[in-house]
């Protein structure tokens, strides 16, 4: 983009400005995307106390509900309706399965059967949608790019995406600090015994809980699907994601999943751009890309471990 | 003599009986498949001593089973190509050597697993768990992205490596190997528990604070374990990449940390025996299962679901009876 009446240099200085500029918000949709994900997982173990590896199949199941709907249909609204319908039907109905007998269980048990639902879940996509990824469009009236106050041209999807995250974390701390479900699961993450004494039907809250996270990771999926393919173990490397996103926020703060989401999608946007750039001042060009390239894709857990030397607990926890 | 100990005698001995069987009929496959057992179980015999003995539920220990491969495959492509490791500060050059490619392995993984489990056990729980699947997939993106020894493809050895005195290009003679390296990690995990390092670290899965009250640090006990724990694990990547005389970061996935722990749920937690039975099964069904349906994980699924939630024990606590184990 060569901009006429101005001198290189300073040409130059814009076009790094723009690209970083882009970057950040590349690193916002994908830090919101996580914690779309993040949210649910973040709930389900403060509520439940229940370590829940199944939630990226739940991403994956949002997805091709989506991409599924969106083949029949042509409409990107009711695919995304569809998706947070089939993620939290599925979420709902595993929880009433399995996941409830795991509550009272220790964390080993916990990981292996949430473990073995990935198997479950994956295999059982393949078989039903074959093992060739599936392909979601974004409608025409959210493509192309918008152009932002700066001449900064982005792309509107991107965009939209960021604004729904920031809607659902929105409504989600209304949620919860407003509503009386919200005070059920404050509730129930301090005092499960108490608030079952009070009256409460601990075990449709539960369902409640974890079909809502099911529904947030579903929706990420549906959302994300259209940007990337749609295939069986899409859910897995954003699991791993959210974890670490947790790792670094606390465990069962909605707030800190937040704030850990937007810091690790910055974190791994920019140290994808700048790392190979800084390596490039002091080694040659080809060796400080392929060094830079590979620190970069370390550098969230870089991070957590940092966060972690700092406080074990996460920037937000109280409790181990 | 207790029932369990007649099953372990069982299992090490059905694991000899069996390749010496496909030897004398000449069915080299069958022989190949006992000793994949062997080495994941020996997998397994590894995280058993983390998960088992010191109740570390690590999510990551394909980290260690990776390094180990790479440790291989690296000392190997050097040796093949006939290029020097390093050449400053001094001269390293590859090995084609078994005994120093597992003195390598094991080193690396137990110095990689001394830094992770520094920093993850500043944590337990649940946070353990996802902090060491997470280092795990670190290794697995940077095995990706490291473009020198192969990247995504990974590394191919064209000859098996060798051991002073033998032919291991004989399946039956690389079997017997993995096997003696089996049964040495089992007695040396046997003496482990009966040891005061092992009842000390028992002690600090049940009450760290007890443990701690009377002088002990269980920070100290537990990262030992986990130490002990990787480098085993990091021998039986070495055996496996031999195995197959490849390398790729498939071996540092999570599904490879997901399955050892599923080697040692289905045979039992905390049993000496557990990881030999449950990668015994493992690999039967997907012979098995495998040949009869393209989708033979989701019965593996639904076996593993069954076992978590009905039978808690897996295969040698459903034989044996609940009394050997000391929760």
Known sequence: MALPGKPLGEQNKLMTTILLIEQVLNGLQFGVMLFLTAAGLTLVFGVMGLINLAHGSLFMVGAFAAAAVAGATGSFILALAASLAAAAAAGALVEMLVIRRLYSRDHLDQVLATFALILIFSEGTRWLFGSFPLYLNIPTWLSGPVTLPGGIQYPLYRLTIIAIGLVIAGGLFLLISRTRLGIRIRAGESDREMIAALGVDISKLYTIVFALGAALAGLAGALVGAIQSVQVGMGEPVLILAFVVIVIGGIGLVKGALIGSILVGLTDTLGRILLPEVFKLFLDPSTATSIGASLATMSIYILMAAVLVVKPTGLFGAKA | ?327
């Open chain 2, 1 to 327: 003599m207790t029932r369990e100990t007649w099953i372990n005698a069982a299992l090490a001995l059905g694991l000899l009986a069996v390749p010496l069987w496909a030897w004398v009929a000449d069915e080299p496959f069958t022989i190949t498949l006992a000793t994949k057992v062997a080495i994941l179980a020996l997998a397994g015999v590894g995280l058993n001593i983390a998960l088992g003995l010191g109740g570390l539920v690590s999510l990551g220990h394909a980290a260690f089973f990776g390094l180990g491969g790479y440790a291989m495959g690296i000392l190997a492509a050097h040796a093949q190509n006939y290029t020097p490791l390093m050449e400053w500060p001094l001269v390293v050059e590859g090995t084609k050597s078994m005994p120093v490619i597992w003195l390598v392995a094991v080193i690396v993984s137990a110095l990689t697993a001394l830094l992770i489990g520094a920093l993850s056990l500043r944590t337990s729980g649940v946070y353990f768990i996802m902090i060491t699947l997470a280092f795990g997939q670190m290794l697995y993106y940077f095995a990706i992205s490291w473009p020198a020894y192969g990247g995504e493809d990974g590394l191919s050895i064209y000859v098996r490596n060798g051991f002073p005195g033998l032919n291991t290009l004989d399946p039956i003679q690389f079997f017997a190997i993995c096997y003696v390296l089996l049964i040495l990690a089992l007695a040396f995990s046997a003496r482990l528990a009966r040891s005061p390092f092992g009842l000390a670290l028992n002690a600090a899965r049940q009450s760290p604070q007890r443990v701690e009250t009377v002088g002990i640090s269980p920070y100290r006990l537990r990262l030992l374990a986990f130490v002990i724990s990787g480098a085993i694990t990091g021998l039986a990547g070495a055996l496996f990449a031999d195995l197959n005389r490849f390398v790729s970061p498939s071996m540092f996935s999570w599904q490879t940390s997901g399955e050892i722990m599923v080697f040692i749920i289905l045979g039992g937690t905390a049993r000496l025996f557990g990881p030999v039975a449950g990668a015994a099964l493992f690999i039967f069904l997907e012979q098995a299962l495998g040949g009869l349906s393209e989708y033979w994980h989701v019965h593996l699924g639904l076996l593993l679901l069954a076992v978590v939630l009905f039978a808690r024990g897996g295969i040698i606590g459903t034989l044996a009876g609940q009394g050997a184990r000391n929760d």
